[in-house]
């Protein structure tokens, strides 16, 4: 998929499960995740900045 800073492999094929304990209510901003730098870097090289991922929303 490729990454913010061009890294050829940024990805790992691990999974991460976090909460969402906030959101931007503005347009311009839908689509957008913020880690910790934790939880990012189980799924991508920390080098990499922004990468694509693909989510599920659960409810509890």
Same mark, same amino acid.
Not at 32 to 41: D, G, M, Q, V
């Given at each position: 998929? /490729? ?10 094929? &691990? ?15 839908? /689509? @957008? ?15 990499? /900045? /922004? @990468?694509?991922? &693909?989510? &599920?929303?659960?409810?509890?």
């Amino acid at each position: 998929m /490729g990454s913010t800073y061009n890294a050829p492999y940024p990805c790992t094929n &691990d999974l991460v499960y976090v909460m969402i304990v906030d959101y931007c209510p503005s347009s311009t901003c839908r /689509g @957008i995740l913020n880690l910790s730098k934790e939880a990012f870097s189980l799924i991508a090289n920390p080098k990499a /900045g /922004g @990468i694509k991922v &693909d989510y &599920d929303e659960y409810y509890i």
